[in-house]
């Protein structure tokens, strides 16, 4: 790299560029790596990487599956637009993050699923199944692929002044070839790396433009001075027409809830960990990652848009920001791009393009294998091919992979012409879907009486009016203004849509307690292994292995659960001793004594005698935190809690 490339007089310097390019050869090589390792001969292998990934892998994947480009543009863009609400989006995933670790995540792997539209049958029926699966692609295809893709251009019309044709092609090749090739463990392993990427990049950019800016307080100067004081703070009133506190608290924490806790792109981590504690451990851990955000991408938004009010306040002041017109239109969602062509070094630079990259990569190569997966398992093979071969899944899931990208790619002139936060556009997209499945999802597994019609008619009913809503808002988001901001039109087709999230809850809730109440009760067989007990141990899921215990629809769930507790305590009895122990002869053969007689004694000894000292304390080490992890997670899930809950309340002083 011998030189520097010039676009609209920014330069890339030979550093930038080299720092860009090492990135991306680790993440391919990293890909590659992964793919060459595992064969991916079953499709539980593409798909679920045999079930064997560990709590650090789940936990990382998590997050960076999470963060993508459309959080550092156009996160930080609303964090420009509208301050530090925004933000609340990133702790509030933390509670959920905890209800997934110690609530549906053992319900997941006890229930052995590899999709979450399998629970829906096995709770509900068929139909149900389909219908997540149609409504989960669609959400997928319309939110989180095409807003990835669109994030990705405006970042690299900014900095390299490529248009969209240009753009799409390289960001769908890049990232599709190792999701195509190497399934879930490729895409995991590779956001463990990204993760790193971003992360060093993020904390970098954010120390940088607040020493630009002078610091939190100058920044909180600039704003009072500006007249919008409200932009530290994430209250804000109930009847706001975005970020109301009510919405935020209560509609967007139902909507996330699906995102965080039934979303096939985020439980499939837990679908792959390698036991209960690994899959407690990377949700957990994700966590505390998702305290992060808030300083990586919302502050440096903010700062971008007390650069841009200096113009005001100083008039005569000379600053590239003077010339961007950040508040009008789609330019919001250039800030962080802006700030990074303005106002950081050499070095930076490239290290903050690196990091967007590898957010855009891991964010775009989850949902694709997200995707593949659901179509191939609860569509193709359920529905459509049930006899397939492994190998045949294996190729559907490759060709829905390439499917999904061009559908995403389709939706992108749809969010081009909505102007405004593209953020909020993802958001307001999913908020009225979500909220009817995570009802649904709720009422089935704490509410015995659910039944198929039931579901069926909240789903069907919740659909129409969310989506109705939805259509009328992009239609006349733009003549919002001209109305009155009562409660009445105003607040049908123009309210804050976290808001509208807790009518359509209700809404569904209502629908479902009704129809499921006056038709006939679930088979008691779809209750007792997809409802949580209570008050009792939480197994919500009795395993495959117990499911040859006879019951009908009249059997005591009392009895039914004694009876695998007791052939689980003979069968344990009975494992506890063995018949022989292995032992050499003379020659040096293996022969097996009898347990109990005078040379089984001695073969025994002579099993356990005792190894190195180094393997001694490591396994000391295992085992103390084996027996003990519970108890650890449970201790980290406390400190995570109060910490989040302390950071919110601060920032929610208005």
């Excluded at 793919?35 to 789940?58: E, H, V």
């Excluded at 964090?79 to 509030?92: D, L, N």
């Excluded at 209250?235 to 965080?260: K, N």
């Excluded at 992108?412 to 993802?426: A, C, D, M, T």
Aim: one cysteine or more.
């Amino acid at each position: 790299f011998g030189g520097s490339v010039m676009v609209d007089g920014f330069s890339l310097s030979a550093l930038d560029i080299s720092i860009v390019v090492v990135s991306l050869i680790l993440v391919l090589a990293l890909g590659a790596f992964a793919t060459w390792s595992r064969s991916n001969k079953t499709s539980a292998s593409y798909f679920l990487s045999d079930r064997d990934m560990a709590w650090w892998a789940i936990g990382a994947s998590l997050f960076a599956s999470n963060i993508g480009t459309e959080h550092f543009v156009g996160q930080a863009g609303s964090a420009a637009a509208e301050g530090m609400p925004i933000g609340f989006y990133e702790w509030s995933a933390v509670y959920l993050l905890l209800i997934l670790a110690w609530v549906f995540g053992p319900v997941y792997l006890r229930c052995e699923l590899t999709t979450v539209p399998q629970y829906f049958e096995q709770r509900f029926g068929k139909v149900p199944r389909l219908m997540l699966s149609v409504v989960s692609l669609f959400a997928y295809i319309v939110t989180k692929i095409s807003s990835c893709i669109y994030a990705g251009c405006i970042l690299l019309e900014v900095i390299l002044g490529w248009n969209i044709y240009i753009s799409v092609p390289v960001i769908i090749l890049v990232t599709g070839l190792y999701t195509i090739s190497g399934g879930i463990a490729a895409v995991m392993y590779t956001d463990t790396l990204q993760m790193f990427i971003f992360l060093i990049g993020g904390f970098a950019g954010m120390i940088v433009a607040l020493s630009k800016i002078g610091g939190w307080g100058e920044m909180s100067e600039i704003f009072l001075e500006s007249n919008i004081t409200q932009f530290t703070s994430m209250y804000r009133p109930p009847d706001a027409a975005e970020y109301s506190i009510t919405g935020l608290f209560v509609g967007q924490m139902i909507g996330s809830m699906w995102y965080w806790c039934i979303d096939q792109e985020m439980v499939q981590r837990i679908f792959s960990a390698k036991s209960e504690a690994h899959a407690k451990g990377g949700a957990i851990l994700a966590g505390f990652l998702k305290l992060l955000p808030v300083f990586i991408i919302t502050i440096p938004g903010m700062i971008a848009r007390a650069m841009y009010q200096k113009c005001f306040i100083e008039p005569h002041v000379e600053s590239p920001w003077c010339n961007t017109s950040l508040t009008q239109g789609d330019n919001i969602n250039k800030a962080y791009p802006y700030l990074i062509v303005f106002e950081f070094p050499s070095g930076i630079v490239g290290l903050l393009i690196a990091s967007m990259i590898a957010a855009m990569m891991s964010s775009l190569s989850s949902v694709f294998n997200s995707a593949s997966t659901l179509f191939t398992v609860d569509i193709y093979q359920r529905f459509i091919y049930p006899e397939a071969t492994e190998k045949r899944l294996i190729l559907v899931g490759r060709l829905a992979t390439v499917g999904c990208m061009i559908l995403g790619v389709l939706w992108i002139p749809v969010i081009e012409s909505q102007s405004g936060q593209l953020f909020l556009i993802s958001q307001k997209v999913v908020t009225h879907i979500s909220p009817i499945l995570t009802i649904v999802f709720l009422l089935g597994l704490f509410w015995h009486r659910t039944n198929e019609k039931g579901a069926i008619a909240g789903m069907a009913i919740g659909f129409l009016i969310g989506i109705t809503r939805l259509a009328l808002n992009l239609g006349f988001v733009n003549k919002c203004h001209e109305l009155s901001p009562d409660f009445g039109v105003w607040y049908l087709i123009c309210g804050d849509f976290n808001n509208f999230a807790i009518f359509l809850s209700v809404l569904v809730c209502m629908v479902v307690v009704v129809v499921s109440l006056f038709t006939e009760s679930p088979n008691y067989s779809q209750i007792v292994k997809n409802v949580y007990q209570w008050p009792s141990s939480c197994k919500i899921c009795i395993p495959k292995e117990e499911s040859h215990v006879q019951l009908d629809e009249t059997s005591d769930q009392d009895v039914y659960l004694s009876k695998i507790s007791a052939e689980k305590n003979a069968g344990d009895e009975e494992d506890s001793l063995p018949e022989s122990i292995v032992s050499l002869d003379e020659d040096g053969k293996e022969k097996e004594e009898p347990q109990g007689t005078e040379e089984g004694e001695r073969a025994a000894l002579v099993q356990d005698e005792k190894p190195g000292a180094c393997k001694v304390a490591w396994e000391r080490v295992a085992d103390f935190f084996e027996r003990k992890s519970d108890a650890v997670l449970q201790i980290l899930s406390c400190i995570l809690f109060v910490t989040v809950s302390i950071l919110i309340t601060f920032f929610m002083i208005p």
